[in-house]
Antibody, heavy 117, light 108 residues
Framework: EVQLVESGGGLVQPGGSLRLSCAAS????????MNWVRQAPGKGLEWVSY????????YYADSVKGRFTISRDTVKNSLYLQMNSLRAEDTAVYYC??????????WGQGTLVTVSS | DIQMTQSPSTLSASVGDRVTITCRAS??????LAWYQQKPGKAPKLLIY???SLQSGVPSRFSGSGSGTEFTLTINSLQPDDFAIYYC??????????FGGGTKVEIK
C-alpha cells in the first residue's frame, strides 16, 4: 500500500524558512516523479513543484520560484520542500503527491504551514 | 498557462440523483484531464484520468467524458458518500499543472 506522510509544518513569521518532508513507502520511490500541491484555507488546489525520478527535471509554480526548493533522497525514500522568504499567502496545507504522468495518483495527509507574525 | 473553469461552483442534489459537473479549458488539452474528489479535512483522491478512464477502485457510477476544451464528470445515482468537492486538472501542457476552482456537491 502506498503511504506518503508529510511533516515539518508549523507557524513561521513572514520572511522565515521551513523545510517540509514527505516519507514514502509501499512503492519503489526511486522510479516515480513526485509533486508538492498546496491548498490555502477554504480555497482550491494549487500545484507547487515537481521533481523527476532522477532529480534531473524540476519545475516550480511562478508563485514560489526562487523561494522554494524541491529535492529528494532515494536512500531515505523521502521528498523535501525547502521554503524560504515565506509570505502570508504561502499559508496552506501542503500535500506531497506521487506523479502518474501528470496526474496526482496518491496523496499524503498534508501538513499545515501558517505564515503569520 | 492553461486556465481551467468549472461549473457550477456549487450543486445541490439528493441521494439517487444524476449529477453532471462541467470543466472547460482555455485551450485544447486533448484528453489530458483528471478528476479528483476531496472530502472535508482529507486529501484529494484521483477518480478519473485521461478524461474517461476510471482509477482502480473507484465505483462505476462515476464517469468522465469530453476532449479538447470541454469535459464532464457524471455521477449516476448519487450516494451519501459522494457529497464532496470535485476538481478537474489538466496535464496536457506543463508547467504549470492547473486545477479548476472546484465544484461542491451538497445535500439538497
Amino acid at each position: 500500500e502506498v503511504q506518503l506522510v508529510e511533516s515539518g509544518g508549523g507557524l513561521v513569521q513572514p520572511g522565515g524558512s521551513l523545510r517540509l518532508s514527505c516519507a514514502a513507502s509501499g512503492f519503489r520511490f526511486s522510479t516515480y516523479s513526485m509533486n508538492w500541491v498546496r491548498q490555502a484555507p477554504g480555497k482550491g488546489l494549487e500545484w507547487v513543484s515537481y521533481i523527476g525520478s532522477s532529480s534531473s527535471t524540476i519545475y516550480y509554480a511562478d508563485s514560489v520560484k526562487g523561494r522554494f526548493t524541491i529535492s529528494r533522497d532515494t536512500v531515505k525514500n523521502s521528498l523535501y520542500l525547502q521554503m524560504n522568504s515565506l509570505r502570508a499567502e504561502d499559508t496552506a496545507v501542503y500535500y506531497c503527491a506521487r506523479d502518474g504522468g501528470g496526474t496526482f495518483d496518491d496523496w499524503g495527509q498534508g501538513t499545515l504551514v501558517t505564515v503569520s507574525s | 498557462d492553461i486556465q481551467m473553469t468549472q461549473s457550477p461552483s456549487t450543486l445541490s442534489a439528493s441521494v439517487g440523483d444524476r449529477v453532471t459537473i462541467t470543466c472547460r479549458a482555455s485551450q485544447s488539452i486533448n484528453s489530458w484531464l483528471a478528476w479528483y474528489q476531496q472530502k472535508p479535512g482529507k486529501a484529494p483522491k484521483l477518480l478519473i484520468y485521461r478524461a474517461s478512464s476510471l482509477q482502480s477502485g473507484v465505483p462505476s457510477r462515476f464517469s468522465g467524458s469530453g476532449s479538447g476544451t470541454e469535459f464532464t464528470l457524471t455521477i449516476n445515482s448519487l450516494q451519501p458518500d459522494d457529497f464532496a468537492i470535485y476538481y478537474c486538472q489538466q496535464y496536457n501542457s506543463y508547467p504549470p499543472l492547473t486545477f479548476g476552482g472546484g465544484t461542491k456537491v451538497e445535500i439538497k
